[in-house]
Nanobody, 118 residues
Framework: VQLVESGGGLVQAGGSLRLSCAAS????????MGWYRQAPGKQRELVAR???????NYADSVKGRFTISRDNAKSTVYLQMNSLKHEDTAVYYC?????????????WGQGTQVTVSS
C-alpha cells in the first residue's frame, strides 16, 4: 500500500488549499480514508474522515471550512481547505483504514506541510 499526498504549501490566512492523496496497492473503494494533522509540539489529530459509502465526519475546528471527498475511479481522496487560519498550520497526513475481518489495517502517507501565514 502506498499513499502519496500533494497540494500542501504556504498560503495567507483566509486563503484556500486543496490536498490530494493518491492510493495504490489495495481496493480503494472499500477503504475508509482520513486526513490527520500534527502541529509542532502537539499530538496528531483527526481532521476529517470519509467512509466507503461516503459518510463524513470532521473535527469541530474545521467544520464549515474543510471538505473531504473521494474519487474511487482515481483512488484519490481530497481535502478542500477554505478560510484557512494560522492555527491550521501543520503537517497533514493521509490515512487509509483497510477492513480485514474484524479489524482495520492502517496505513499512513508521508505527510505534506501546510503553512498559513497570519
Amino acid at each position: 500500500v502506498q499513499l502519496v499526498e500533494s497540494g500542501g504549501g504556504l498560503v495567507q490566512a483566509g486563503g484556500s488549499l486543496r490536498l490530494s492523496c493518491a492510493a495504490s496497492g489495495s481496493v480503494f473503494s472499500i477503504n475508509r480514508m482520513g486526513w490527520y494533522r500534527q502541529a509542532p509540539g502537539k499530538q496528531r489529530e483527526l481532521v476529517a474522515r470519509i467512509t466507503s459509502d461516503g459518510s463524513t465526519n470532521y473535527a469541530d475546528s474545521v467544520k464549515g471550512r474543510f471538505t473531504i471527498s473521494r474519487d474511487n475511479a482515481k483512488s484519490t481522496v481530497y481535502l478542500q481547505m477554505n478560510s484557512l487560519k494560522h492555527e491550521d498550520t501543520a503537517v497533514y497526513y493521509c490515512r487509509q483504514d483497510h477492513p480485514d475481518g474484524n479489524m482495520w489495517r492502517v496505513y499512513w502517507g508521508q505527510g505534506t506541510q501546510v503553512t498559513v501565514s497570519s
